[in-house]
């Protein structure tokens, strides 16, 4: 008998909606090395427990570890997590980076919250290429991409989203978005009924002020209260730019 596994047992329409993406976009071959990159919230945090569910069961053979940048905001307190990794015996990263310091130095004519983001993703991968991982992994859901596509398409004039798996412009790492399928309320009931460790504000900083992308979180909410189907709609809508395998994103 099986010893038994620390991971959660996540309910059949995650399971499923996570399946679907995977084999849709061929985000997984056999032997890959996944790296997580894991906020403490309720989305990545749920992506971790799915993903260890599915190593454990999945045909495909799999490597899984986690990686979080604690950008050393007040209010983001990200340590706890070491230790919920060590129970569910998955290899952590955990890189400390001062983001408001160096943002102060560094950043021009570009948001906070980009200038973050930008600079996770570049720890990440210098993580994933240090420790031998080739697929770095992102928790990023449908709601996120409806609303970067209405935000690419209101102040953009253009077509376009994140994508669900594409290989970066330097050639050695893939990334991929397992979630795209999964709506986020979805995310937010498994790791309320699993108890998962969230952390609250998973970027503080962010949350300070109105943002485009909560307007569009307002916005697609409105609209879905009178067409239930919205999201379903645009996950139609959106699949051929999710498709897309170029290194920009």
């Known amino acids: ?44 945090l749920s992506l971790l427990q799915l993903l260890c569910h599915l190593k454990r069961y999945a045909p495909v053979q799999f490597d899984l570890g986690a990686v979080t940048i604690d950008p050393e905001i007040a209010g983001f307190d990200p340590e706890r997590l070491k230790g919920y990794l060590k129970t569910l015996d998955i290899p952590y990263f955990y890189h400390e980076q001062d983001m408001v310091a160096q943002a102060k130095q560094q950043m021009k004519g570009d948001s906070f919250c980009s200038y973050c983001a930008r600079v996770k993703r570049g720890i990440m991968y210098r993580t994933a290429r240090e420790q031998g991982y080739n697929v770095l992994v992102l928790g990023q859901h449908l709601d996120d991409l409806a609303e970067s596509f209405l935000m690419s398409a209101f102040h953009g004039g253009r077509l376009n989203t994140m994508k669900a798996h594409y290989t970066i412009e330097a050639g050695d790492l893939r990334v991929i978005r397992p979630l795209v399928y999964v709506r986020e309320r979805q995310l937010a009931s498994f790791a309320d009924n699993a108890g998962l460790p969230v952390i ?38 959106m699949q051929p730019l999710m498709a897309k395998k170029d290194a920009h994103d």
């Open 200 to 237: 609250p504000d998973s970027c503080p900083a962010c949350f300070t002020k109105p943002t485009q992308r909560e307007a569009m979180k307002q916005l697609l909410a409105s609209q879905e209260a009178e067409h239930p189907q919205l999201f379903k709609s645009l996950a139609r809508a």
């Open 1 to 44: 008998m099986p010893a038994k596994s620390p991971c959660a047992n996540p309910p059949k329409t995650l399971r499923r909606a996570l399946g679907r993406a995977i084999a849709d976009y061929e985000m997984i071959k056999d032997g890959d090395r996944l790296l997580l990159g894991l906020s403490g919230g309720k989305d990545s």
